[in-house]
């Protein structure tokens, strides 16, 4: 049974910085580019940042320069770092594990975590 299981979100003040780090199992990480996507109140579900097996990235145009992934194949972890966050950062932050870096189809989701930023 594949899981991701994301974690590290929380409350935080404008300015500040917050990293999200997502674990997966039941799965041949290596084989998956991972993926954050956020989802804000009353909007669509978008994708923020992507990275392929080999490290490759790709990131939302609004999030370069603020917003860095990476993942570490030995410990099937990727990781958010989120910096200079604004109030409209907030939203629930998703994992995700897909085929090909730049393919929209998301094979399987984590559940979420909640990211606050307060003005």
């Known amino acids: 049974q594949v899981q991701l299981v994301e974690s590290g979100g929380g409350l935080v003040q404008a300015g500040g910085s917050l990293r999200l780090s997502c674990a997966a199992s039941?799965?041949?990480?290596?084989?998956?580019?991972m993926g954050w996507y956020r989802q804000a109140p009353g909007n669509e579900r978008e994708l923020v940042a992507a990275?392929?097996?080999?490290?490759?990235?790709y990131y939302t145009h609004s999030m370069k320069g603020r917003f860095f992934i990476s993942r570490d194949n030995a410990k099937n972890t990727v990781y958010l770092q989120m910096n200079g966050l604004k109030p409209e950062d907030t939203a629930i932050y998703y994992c995700?594990?897909?085929?090909?870096?730049?393919?929209?189809?998301?094979?399987?989701w984590g559940r979420g975590t909640q990211v606050t930023v307060s003005s």
């Open positions: 995700a594990a897909k085929i090909g870096l730049y393919n929209d189809y998301v094979n399987y």
């Open positions: 039941g799965l041949t990480f290596g084989g998956y580019a």
């Open positions: 990275i392929s097996s080999g490290h490759t990235t």
